[in-house]
């Protein structure tokens, strides 16, 4: 099987997710994260980095190693499931803020957390992504201190490319704690940073994330702002969603002018959602290393309508069920009906789907001679045991079609 040897190797077979963790490694001036043809943020060597420097990105990037929740974070009263990993409770939940819950993407559960976290004073920051606000269909890394940099930053669902971890040792560097909002893949670089930096556990207090449908390249956006015939620069708001739930496919120009388009017409169809090849093998879409995952409640999978919004919570850690709890009897969150596996399986068809298939797709790339990612904890072999002989040799030799797609 091919090695990873450098840098270019991991983007070159489709592994980077352009999270920005090898540039917040080396510094900006070694490693600089551009976008590419294709509409992905990718990394490349400036400056010669070490070998030294190499073998720490090595042992972090979520292109190369993913693992589940750490056996220290597993509670006594921890649930197990085969699929969904572990878990101590599972519920509805979403902000009681009119405004977070409005805008947000579904509930506000993420935007709500970080509200009480930021005023209850248990974090002096926020690190999370947020719109560029110079040029709205891009996305940034951002700092939010209070609730006026929370709620104006439009961070609810980027769906297109973005590198959360640029800032990361930028953020340990300030030595305040903090809690980081990103993709699962994001807490999994975080979590195998935290066994070689001791500042992670230290600062980095709580780590939040979402059950992810994948990155999409910056080329979906562009052929969204494209059939409308605007250009990027002529544009001030850019919304993949939220202002409803699941709210509209939104932009507006300088000018003033007005585009939409419905949630199911644009992100309906799957196969037109143009993630990048990193997610369509991830091992870890459903956020198990996170302390707290939030996701869309839609039963079978996809809205049938708009509703007020309504977050599903899987609480993973004890930490992060007892920071919900706070923040239920502290106001910011409202808890509602308990649910159960079965119920999460129902709303995350795409995410059994994946989870089930994943093992064979790496075995697939194997036997195309191209690097996967390693990883433990997952049960992801469990579950490929389980599948029909048909159902995986399907799975493993379709990657070879995607594989042209790196």
């Known amino acids: 099987m091919t090695q990873i040897n450098n840098l270019d190797d991991i983007v070159r077979n489709g592994l980077c997710i352009g999270c920005g963790l090898c540039q917040s490694i080396s510094g900006k001036n070694c490693i600089e994260i551009s976008m590419s043809p294709k509409g992905r943020l990718e990394p490349k060597e400036v400056k010669k980095i070490s070998s030294e420097t190499f073998n720490k990105i090595l042992n972090v990037c979520p292109g190369v190693v993913v693992e589940g929740l750490p056996k220290e974070h597993v509670d006594t009263n921890t649930k197990y499931d085969l699929l ?8 509805y939940a979403w902000s009681t803020d009119k405004r977070i819950r409005f805008e947000s993407s579904t509930g506000g559960l993420l935007n709500g957390l970080s509200l009480y976290l930021l005023e209850s004073k248990k974090v002096n920051f926020i690190l999370h992504t947020a719109t560029n606000p110079k040029k709205p269909m891009r996305s940034v890394s951002k700092f939010s201190y209070n609730k006026d940099d929370l709620l104006n930053s439009n961070s609810c669902s980027r769906y ?16 305040q704690p903090f809690a980081f909002v990103g993709k699962p893949c994001d807490i999994s ?3 195998q940073l935290s066994k070689s930096d001791d500042r992670v556990n230290k600062f980095c207090k709580y780590l939040l994330t979402l059950v992810c449908g994948g990155s999409t390249e910056f080329t979906k956006s562009q ?14 708001i850019f919304r993949y969603r939220g202002f409803g739930n699941p709210g509209k496919m939104y932009i507006k120009t300088n000018d003033g002018r007005e585009f939409d388009k419905e949630y199911n017409s644009f992100w309906g169809e799957e196969s037109t959602w143009r993630v990048h090849f990193r997610c369509k093998i991830c091992p870890d879409a459903i ?40 923040a239920i009897e502290a106001g910011y969150i409202k808890k509602g009906d308990d649910l159960v596996i079965d119920d999460i399986n129902d709303f995350q068809p795409h995410q059994v789907n994946k989870k089930i298939s994943v093992y064979a797709r790496h075995k697939g790339m194997k036997k195309q001679n191209i690097p996967t990612i390693s990883t433990d904890g997952l049960r992801i072999k469990e579950l490929y045991d389980l599948n029909s002989k048909e159902f995986n040799l399907k799975e493993e030799e379709g990657i070879s079609s995607r594989v042209n797609k790196i």
């Open 223 to 236: 052929d969204f702002i494209d059939s409308f015939k605007v250009k990027e620069d002529e544009l001030s």
């Open 189 to 191: 670089a975080i979590r």
């Open 160 to 175: 297109g490319p973005t590198s959360p971890l640029d800032r990361f040792h930028e953020a340990l560097s300030l030595e």
């Open 287 to 326: 956020g198990e290393s996170s302390d707290i995952a939030a996701l869309d409640t839609w039963r079978g999978g996809s809205p049938e309508g708009e509703d007020e919004g309504f977050n599903a919570t899987i609480v993973r850690t004890k930490k992060g069920l007892e920071l919900l709890y706070d």
């Open 84 to 91: 969904w990993g572990y878990y101590l409770q599972l519920f």
